[in-house]
């Protein structure tokens, strides 16, 4: 209902400290995203990880505040729904000149759901659509950094161009050879767009702000050229360099030199896909108005959905507010009906989907087998541990969500007894809706032991390759999966192997490394059962075998590139190189990229999967 008149004090009141509320959430946001910069020039890069995990909390902190302190001023829960409906407008208002409405309008549903305890579904004082448009702002202030500038080279001019764009980041550290490796990118660029005629409108166009992630710094951007918008990116990583000598008696440890260098050129939409995976860690980006760096970086990636570019700049409750918006939209314009997912069912999880959508729906089950010895609190600490962890591309992000109704009719009845068998405590039917308590969303991939069985001799190589590489991965940001069957991982579009069953996850460091004793008697040798005790956070790699080499071909791949596996050595020395506070390289784009390696015969691609169903773990 709509108000007729605005007559209650107490909206304005309320709305102007919702919106001083995300202000300082936003303030506090951004500061963490600009120092960043500071954090790379130094190289600290625990400080930089520590930053991207505790920015994760920041947002619902702050909501918190802002509930505490509304209810304590004005007794929000129990204002009548005509008050909610003046501060909805008042709030409108306060945004109309606002850099960030989007952002801000997420913020107020946060509060007010949080405060009114309603649905998604029911809630008539949210914005369910958006209100404001965020076409088109800009800080018209002077002083104001404008969101991407405009470079327009002559064909004699490149070269000093792009030396520019590097400078005008005014990076602390000196290049190593700038000169050398503004010459690589010139002759990437060169590789990338081939013959080409110089057309009048020629232009380079780069975001205002470096894209910080783990131990490097990307610049972003696209090369116009008449029709044509070549999209681009450009790692900037630290080369340290053996300190001289110090002098003789000396105790004192030399000092390490560090200067920076670009370390490949990335073209085009796939390979910035990857870049802004929804496998790796968000951004640290320093945003003045984050709805115009997602509209540019969507000309880069148009196929991206708004809801994951703004989950990969740090915005993940934003993300998830689109996601949402998206789904809703497709259940208005689609008629099939949600199932149990196909695939192997997992024994914490129970895992349900809608095949027009490209997503899958997981629930935590009432109860487990026995040999799962976890509960609810655990299983949800280990997927808040992957949200706020350096996911290295190889641990696929969740949405996670409480109190979501599904329409009931759109729901097959064997998923209905599913959902009540193992599930009952999370559901609710009220009318026409099935609330489910709590979920999490996550992109829909190929199961690997799935793929495994309908892949060519070449998919078979790449897939088991690609599965070693992304264990070694989650090795180097100190994760053991713990569960390391093939059907917990995942393929995607691209040929990547995800990690995506997240219950038996560990800290590395946490982990001890044993080889298996040797039998002391021929009973011993011969006995099925485990004759060496075994402590709770033991493991024994030689063992993983059995489970994972039962077919010949996949046993001759992975023995011949990924054998150390089996060695607790391999697992013991990475261990402690974290522990001594190693932080280990690992690189968003294919390491045949890399200038200094560019001349390695090409990495081995695999072929889409074409004309089947993908299948669901």
Not at 312 to 328: C, E, M, P, S, V
Not at 337 to 344: D, L, S, T, V
Not at 468 to 481: E, S, T, W
Request: negative net charge; aromatic residues 12%; contains cysteine.
């Amino acid at each position: 209902m709509f108000p007729h008149e605005l007559t209650d004090p107490r909206a304005f009141e309320i709305a102007q400290a919702m919106l001083e509320g995300f202000d300082k959430h936003y303030r506090l946001f951004r500061a963490a995203s600009a120092t960043a910069k500071t954090r790379f020039e130094q190289a600290d890069w625990h400080g930089q990880q520590r930053a991207q995990r505790e920015r994760i909390e920041f947002y619902d902190l702050r909501v918190d505040e802002a509930v505490a302190l509304l209810e304590a001023r004005y007794q929000t829960s129990a204002l009548p729904g005509e008050v909610w409906q003046q501060v909805k407008l008042h709030y409108i208002g306060l945004l109309t000149k606002h850099l960030r409405p989007e952002l801000a309008e997420t913020f107020f549903n946060s509060v007010t759901t949080r405060i009114l305890h309603h649905s998604y579904f029911h809630n008539e004082f949210i914005f369910v659509r958006p209100a404001l448009s965020t076409e088109f702002i800009e800080n018209d202030e002077p002083a104001a950094q404008p969101t991407y500038r405009c470079y327009y080279p002559s064909q004699d001019t490149l070269r000093d161009t792009f030396m520019r764009i590097v400078w005008n980041f005014q990076l602390a550290l000196e290049f190593e050879d700038l000169g050398r490796d503004i010459d690589l990118v010139l002759q990437a660029v060169g590789e990338q767009l081939g013959a080409f005629r110089w057309r009048t409108n020629f232009q380079v166009q780069v975001l205002s702000s470096l894209f910080f992630r783990n131990k490097g710094a990307y610049i972003v951007g696209k090369v116009i050229n008449g029709f044509t918008e070549t999209p681009f990116a450009l790692p900037i990583l630290h080369k340290e360099t053996a300190p001289a000598a110090q002098p003789n008696g000396s105790k004192a440890p030399a000092p390490v030199e560090r200067r920076l260098y670009i370390d490949a050129a990335l073209f085009g939409e796939d390979e910035l896909q990857m870049l802004f995976s929804f496998a790796r860690a968000y951004f640290l980006v320093d945003m003045e108005v984050p709805s115009a760096y997602v509209q540019f970086l969507r000309s880069l990636m148009p196929r991206k959905p708004r809801s994951e570019i703004y989950s990969a700049l740090g915005l993940q409750k934003q993300g998830k507010n689109l996601f949402y918006r998206d789904f809703l939209n497709h259940l208005r314009h689609s008629s099939d009906k949600f199932r149990i997912a196909p695939g192997i069912k997992g024994m914490v999880m129970l895992v349900f989907d809608l095949p027009s959508y490209p997503f899958v729906f997981k629930v935590i089950k009432d109860f487990y087998p026995p040999q799962k010895d976890t509960t609810r609190e655990q299983i949800q600490s280990k997927y808040l541990l992957v949200k706020q962890h350096d996911r290295v591309g190889r641990m696929a992000d969740t949405l996670e969500y409480t109190r979501v109704a599904f329409p009931r009719h759109r729901f097959e009845e064997e998923l209905i007894a599913e959902l009540k068998h193992f599930c009952p405590s999370l559901l609710e039917e009220t009318g026409e809706d099935l609330v489910i308590k709590h979920l999490y969303i996550e992109r829909r991939m190929v199961p690997l032991n799935i793929y495994l069985q309908e892949a060519s001799p070449a998919q078979l190589a790449h897939a088991v390759v690609e599965y070693g590489n992304a264990i070694k991965d989650l090795v180097a940001a100190n994760i053991f999966p713990g569960d390391m069957l093939w059907k917990n991982f995942g393929v995607t579009r691209h040929g990547k192997v995800v990690f995506y069953d997240y219950d038996e996850i560990e800290y590395l460091t946490d982990c001890n490394f044993r080889k298996v004793p040797e039998a002391r008697n021929e009973e011993e040798e011969l006995s099925g059962e485990v004759w060496y005790s075994v402590q709770k956070h033991d493991v024994f790699p030689e063992t993983f075998g059995p489970f994972l080499l039962g077919h010949p071909g996949v046993r001759d791949v992975f023995m011949a590139h990924h054998a150390d596996l089996l060695d607790p050595a391999f697992w013991q020395t990475h261990k402690e190189r974290i522990l001594a506070g190693h932080v280990e390289d690992v690189f968003p784009y294919d390491p045949h990229k890399r200038f200094h390696v560019r001349d390695v015969a090409p990495a081995l691609k695999v072929p889409e999967p074409q004309d089947r169903e993908l299948p669901i773990h």
